[in-house]
């Protein structure tokens, strides 16, 4: 079982950053993939990034590629998101996830969820 808690968002000006934690607890963190999808009022979740157990390797979606960088500390159990230029598209409520699966960009292969943090960006 992993428990993720997501912290970090907020309000933030069109061409600002936001750094997003997710902080998960159990002693197995590093058995999991872990990535960043988003969801927008009206819209479907979508994927924004991923990284594998170790940290060695990382996605992202095209919209957010040369933008957003996500990274791990498996000895603090936590993943980072950090969102720089950020658009108003970018606005939506983000949340954290744990995979047994490769650093995948498909939800269905997510097995625990943390409960979102809004990001909303102002035009």
């Known amino acids: 079982q992993v428990q993720l808690v997501e912290s970090g968002g907020g309000l933030v000006q069109a061409g600002g950053s936001l750094r997003l934690s997710c902080a998960a607890s159990g002693r197995t963190f590093s058995s999991y993939s872990m990535g960043w999808f988003r969801q927008a009022p009206g819209k479907e979740r979508e994927f924004v990034a991923a990284?594998?157990?170790?940290?060695?390797?990382?996605y992202y979606a095209d919209a957010v590629k040369g933008r957003f960088t996500i990274s791990r500390d498996n000895a603090k159990n936590t993943v980072i998101l950090q969102m720089n230029s950020l658009k108003p598209e970018d606005t939506a409520v983000y949340y954290c996830?744990?995979?047994?699966?490769?650093?995948?960009?498909?939800?269905?292969?997510?097995?625990?969820w943390g409960q979102g943090t809004q990001v909303t960006v102002s035009s």
């Open positions: 996830a744990a995979s047994t699966y490769y650093a995948t960009s498909y939800y269905q292969q997510y097995v625990y």
């Open positions: 990284i594998n157990r170790s940290g060695g390797s990382t």
